[in-house]
């Protein structure tokens, strides 16, 4: 009679744990890119080696933008010029910063490369993530998916550096749809992944989530093409608000 009330119980706690845990999909499969993407890889592993990094910025192409060591030189030998990047150099270098953003990167990258070597060797005190708007186009992932693969990426910062306070932003807003059906299913997709994500917040201890959004946007909902001249990467001035926007809560994170 207890074996069967074991095997029952048993039977009932992996029916929960299967239930509590996500099915596989793309956007929490740890997966490298091509081999022009590697390159980019293994200096910011060459970075982290050589450690001194308080604060971390996290990303895809918004937060590339950033610049800093590790983003390439221009025609002078000086650093490749990004939207933020004097931002950066001005305000966050400072701080011991160093910015860990990658074009075209989804959940799925950002989690590999923090499992192969970008997250082996530092321990910051602050860093900051926003990623998942490329896994939003179309039928690639959905909501709920790409907030499991944020959800994943966070666990493996804790795991990694327990200590590190993470400030996840909200995915920026964007209209690169095709059309107003596209652009209104995309829109959608992003807030329920903000939705979601927003519950990680803790008060600070370990998360503190924070919504920019709509200080990109015009008083109709639109997105001004001197904020985001594609309706989805920033400009200077982008920056400049994303910079004004974060700085007061990063550098409340670093001294907590």
Do not use: C
């Not at 075209?104 to 590999?112: A, F, I, P, Y």
């Not at 900051?128 to 690639?140: A, F, P, V, W, Y």
């Amino acid at each position: 009679m207890r074996n069967v009330i074991g095997l029952a119980f048993m039977a009932a706690l992996v029916g929960f744990v299967t239930a509590q845990s996500p099915k596989p999909h793309s956007a929490i499969t740890p997966a490298p890119r091509d081999k022009g993407w590697m390159p980019r890889h293994d200096k910011f592993v060459e970075i982290a080696k050589a450690g001194n990094i308080d604060l971390l910025f996290l990303g895809d192409s918004i937060t590339d933008a950033w610049g800093g060591n590790g983003h390439g030189k221009d025609l002078k030998g000086g650093p490749k010029s990004g939207s933020g990047s004097e931002i950066f150099v001005k305000e966050f270098e400072p701080l011991k910063a160093a910015n860990f953003g990658i074009g075209g990167d989804r959940t799925q990258h950002v989690l590999w490369r923090l499992q192969n070597g970008e997250f082996d060797t530092i321990k910051p005190k602050a860093l900051m993530l926003m990623i998942g708007t490329n896994n939003s186009n179309g039928k690639d992932n959905t909501s709920d998916e790409i907030a499991e693969g944020i959800e994943a990426i966070v666990k493996e910062i804790h795991k990694r550096s327990p200590k590190t306070k993470v400030l996840l932003l909200a995915v920026f807003p964007r209209a690169t749809g095709k059309d107003k059906d596209a652009q209104a299913a995309q829109t959608a997709k992003i807030n329920a992944i903000n939705d979601r994500i927003a519950k990680l917040d803790d008060g600070g201890k370990t998360v503190k989530y924070l919504d920019i959004g709509k200080k990109f946007l015009a008083t109709d909902g639109s997105i001004p093409k001197e904020i985001m001249p594609d309706q989805l990467h920033l400009s200077p001035k982008g920056y400049r608000i994303w910079a004004d926007a974060v700085a007061p809560t990063l550098k409340e994170l670093m001294g907590s």
